[in-house]
């Protein structure tokens, strides 16, 4: 998740990540998201920091969190600050028109979740690759379960029609999430009713958490080649 990859996308990334990051206000309440976008926003909100902004956030990963301190951002926990006023964070598809989201391919989708949902606003960056059609044309999508009994748990996602996948870090062990989870990636291909998908998917018993963000993104910002678009739920 390093800001300084060969990442193609880097640019268009970072760009997107600025731009969200310009709408953070002295005293608010910011959700921190994961991945190599969001590494990108809190690096700008670490140099505003460091001109005198003062705001508090509530990371959504260990890894965020520890670059954010790096920077000497204050953050906070929800016992004190049970409402943000902004999240930002990337996505690794964004759906036309209804802007839901898959997320989850860098494993913080359970605690993204949880902060986008306590959030009056949540602003999703990326670049233009990420825009799809449908969802899962391109990605599968990441479902957190719980360790006990995983093996049923996948079963019932393959009996939902899905090619299921266990994550695996990059030394090839089972990837185990800030939480102590493991993630099963599903592979269904392009989604026709992600609506209905989420709500089967949610309903096994075993699923802690999907990579589908229902009905929840206020505004994306998207960095293509030609400028930066604003884009909200039509
Ligand atoms: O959901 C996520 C992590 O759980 C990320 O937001 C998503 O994977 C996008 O990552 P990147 O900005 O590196 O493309």
């Known amino acids: 998740m ?23 206000r002295d005293g608010m309440v910011v959700g921190l998201g994961s991945g190599s976008t969001s590494a990108y926003m809190i690096e700008e909100l670490g140099r505003r920091w460091a001109e005198g902004l003062r705001f508090c956030a509530i990371p959504t990963s260990e890894h965020s969190a520890e670059q954010a301190r790096a920077h000497g951002i204050k953050l906070v926990t929800f016992a004190t600050h049970p409402q943000i006023d ?21 494993g913080a989708l359970f605690r993204e979740k949880i902060v986008a949902a306590a959030s ?36 019932q996602l393959e009996a939902l029609g899905a090619r299921v996948t266990q994550r695996l870090d990059r030394s090839g062990n089972v990837f185990v999430t800030d939480g102590g989870n493991m993630i099963l990636d599903c592979h269904f291909g392009s989604i026709a009713d ?8 949610r309903a096994i018993v075993g699923v802690i958490e999907t990579g589908l963000f229902i009905g929840r993104t206020s505004e994306v910002i998207v960095a293509a080649h030609d400028g930066l678009k604003h884009l909200e739920p039509s």
């Open 86 to 106: 902004l999240d930002i964070d990337g996505a690794d598809e964004v759906e036309l028109g209804t802007l839901n989201l898959i997320k989850g391919l860098g």
């Open 2 to 24: 390093s800001s300084q990859s060969g990442d193609p996308r880097a640019k268009l990334k970072r760009q997107a990540a600025i731009e969200a990051a310009s709408m953070v």
């Open 194 to 201: 992600s609506v209905a998908l989420s709500r089967r998917l």
């Open 120 to 155: 009056r606003r949540f602003v999703v960056v990326v670049d233009e690759s990420k825009i799809v059609e449908h969802l899962g044309h391109h990605v599968p999508v990441p479902v957190e379960v719980t360790t006990f009994g995983w093996e049923s748990t996948a079963r």
